[in-house]
């Protein structure tokens, strides 16, 4: 089989190679090779590992939702969806800060714990990494924001998760999950899931995190459990003690879908710096909190203030497409910017 290099420069300039064989996407081999480029559906949805290519041939994927005719003939590749046929370079749209590099293993067994009903469609996942053999722990490590895969036993169907915990030495990861109906992993949550069952987990992967943009504001939605990454970022904005004024708008259907209140409330007790909204969109009677769509309420309070703070955005496509039009809207420039997109069916394979 071919293998191919393919250089990639970022905007500041810097050079990173990687080896991709002719059956390989960019991303896939980049992350085989620890090398984390920008990537979220890894499906050719959300445009997010968008790149040029100014060398070289290859293949892409079918039917891109993300790349339209007129990007494409001018070289335009979507790297999740991209299979070289030559050596190639492809410059990418932001700097070599946004690529990472993985130092531990990237795939690891895990126990179930617990599986908490937390809503009427929300399950909280708690797996702890499975001890070395000599007994000892390994630590869970991510840059909060960042997701896993996790299999579903006797199966190759991976699906992504966010956690909304920290890292810690225990090796513990708190995912907060949505159940839909019919669907695979949410099949297994529901009817097969156990604590003391193993599963295999992939990661940490993503770039969904804090960036450094000095002081900054920094303003959060999420929709549903887009909460959960959004969760883990704030909790270490307070375990850090980042002085940044930080806003959550926090948005759900109706009432009964609410979840994590409590745990919000908490931390907003304990970082001034943070103003915490739920917004409901289908609000009943004594609902006393922020009624209405959540994206509309966030535009409105930034018309008012004409703030442009650091923006963070996770959770269901159409909404995180909604509030980057917003935002294009509103003049926040795409690079302050950075969201994830829970897309159906995971990011990599199943
Ligand atoms: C990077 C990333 C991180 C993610 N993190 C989380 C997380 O922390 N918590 C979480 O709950 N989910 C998260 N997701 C979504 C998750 O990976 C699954 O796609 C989702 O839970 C559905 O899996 P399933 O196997 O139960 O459903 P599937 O078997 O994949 O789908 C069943 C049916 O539901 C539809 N469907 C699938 N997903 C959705 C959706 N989101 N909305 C509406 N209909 C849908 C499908 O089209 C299909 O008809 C993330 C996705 C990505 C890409
Ligand atoms: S389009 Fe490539 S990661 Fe979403």
């Known amino acids: 089989m071919a293998t191919y290099d393919i250089e990639v420069i970022t905007q500041d300039g810097a050079s990173v190679h990687v080896q991709c064989t002719e059956n390989e996407d960019v991303i896939t081999a980049s992350l085989r090779q620890n090398v984390i480029l920008m990537s979220s559906c890894r499906e050719g949805g959300c445009g997010t590992c968008k790149a040029d290519c100014t060398n070289g041939d290859y293949e ?11 990007e494409e003939e001018q ?3 979507l790297l999740c969806s991209c299979y070289p046929r030559s050596d190639m370079t492809v410059e990418l749209p932001y700097t070599a800060e946004r690529i990472s590099y993985t130092t531990v293993d990237r795939e690891f067994s895990a126990e179930i714990i617990s599986i908490t009903p937390i809503a ?4 909280q996942l708690v797996l702890r990494r499975s001890r070395k053999d000599d007994g000892s722990t390994y630590a869970a490590i991510f840059e909060p924001g960042q997701f896993f895969d996790i299999e579903i036993p006797g199966t190759d169907i991976w699906r992504s998760f966010s956690p909304c915990s920290l890292p810690n030495a225990d090796g513990d990861f708190e ?10 992993f949410s099949n297994f949550m529901k009817n097969d899931a156990k604590p003391g069952m193993l599963v295999n987990v992939r990661g940490s992967s993503g770039n969904f995190y804090l960036h450094n943009n000095g002081l900054q504001p920094r303003y959060f939605l999420a929709g549903g459990t887009g ?8 909790r270490q904005m307070h375990e850090r003690g980042d002085p940044n004024e930080a806003r959550l708008y926090y948005g759900v259907n109706k009432p009964e879908e609410i979840f994590y209140a409590d745990e919000i409330a908490a931390l907003a007790k304990k970082m001034p710096n943070l103003t915490a909204q739920i917004c409901v969109w289908h609000a009943e009677e004594g609902w006393t909190g922020a009624k209405g769509n959540v994206v509309e309420i966030l ?9 442009k703070p650091d923006m963070y955005l996770c959770g269901p496509p159409g909404m995180v497409d909604a509030t980057n039009q917003m935002c294009d809207g509103l003049s926040i420039p ?6 994830e997109k829970f897309l159906a069916s995971g990011s990599s394979g199943g």
């Open 60 to 70: 892409l994927d079918r039917n891109l939702q993300a790349l339209p005719q007129e």
């Open 75 to 77: 070289g335009v590749v």
């Open 120 to 123: 009427p469609n929300v399950i």
């Open 175 to 184: 995912f907060l999950i949505r159940v839909l109906p019919d669907g695979k």
């Open 227 to 234: 909460l959960s990454p959004v969760m883990s970022m704030l």
């Open 299 to 307: 535009k409105s309070d930034l018309e008012a203030s004409g703030a």
């Open 334 to 339: 795409r690079d302050k910017v950075c969201s």
